[in-house]
């Protein structure tokens, strides 16, 4: 395997830099949640470098304490009602005005240094995307302090896979490059919390992106913390899981062996060559053939039945 491993080092912020990184917009998705959102904004308020503007898009019918908590903080209020994180994201690249857009969840709190790192992957002009490291605490006294980061292509081998299946990133913390975002729906809105499949909307955007030829770059010592999640059931888990990989299916035609091979290789269990990032989700191979096949036919309607992004 190909996958590039850089040896970090602690780049010297030059007045180039300092402005590209403040020159970048932050952006918040945000749905009910004004207490995890003002944590999140006064984590952000303490970043250094600061970035140009903040962005709260509040994807709900409106919410007056989300409303004051990002007014609170000098951020940009912008409401989004029609339900869906990827169209709360997509809203956010129609509004920002700057080449550089860094979201971040609303419940995570970024280290004071989180968006110096985030942007320097894109001193290199082909870096499209990045993502940072997110952990709870728990992980983050338990995991090694040293982390190599990673950058990807689709000249690297099993590009597709690592990509499209969280070996690359998380969306609680990743940056754009604007312009080659070029469509005007970037994320797939049928992708996501609040969507019909509920998962896989940063990693179809990454793939997307390296598809084309550019890079995504894994940035370790870009460090947000994040509350401990409660596990998702497995059942839908798995029926989301079977429509999105129908999604790429569709979507990337040059990769179907490749995504045939994967799905084979994770009902059978076996071991992944290259890391991931988030858990594994979904532990279907030790469920049985009759919870496979219902998860299967589920995932298949779904996907028949969910229109396609106007």
Known sequence: ???TLQTP?????????RSQISAATVAIC????????HKCLAAVSR????????LVIDNSEGNSDTRKVAHDYEARYILEPAPGLCRARNRALAECDTDLIVFLDDDVMPSPDWLLHMVEPFRNERTAASSGRVVTDEQFLSEPSHQNPRTLSNQDSH?????????????ASMAFRKPACASEQF???RLGRGAPFEMGDESYAFTWLLSRGLVVAYVPSAIVHQQPLARAAIEPEARHSFSYWLLLFSKFPAQRLNLLHFLVARLRGSKLEWLRNP???VKTASSGWRFEFQAALYGLS??????KPR
Request: charge should be positive; avoid cysteine; aromatic fraction near 12%.
């Open 47 to 54: 970043l250094d470098p600061a970035p140009r503007q903040v």
């Open 1 to 3: 395997m190909n996958l």
């Open 187 to 189: 994320f797939d809105e």
């Open 159 to 171: 590009w597709f896979e690592i990509a499209a299946f969280g070996g690359i990133g998380l969306g």
């Open 302 to 307: 779904l996907f028949l039945r969910t229109p």
């Open 279 to 281: 858990q594994d989700p």
């Open 9 to 17: 080092v602690r780049t010297p912020i030059t007045t180039r830099f």
């Open 30 to 37: 945000t749905r009910n949640r004004p207490a995890l959102l």
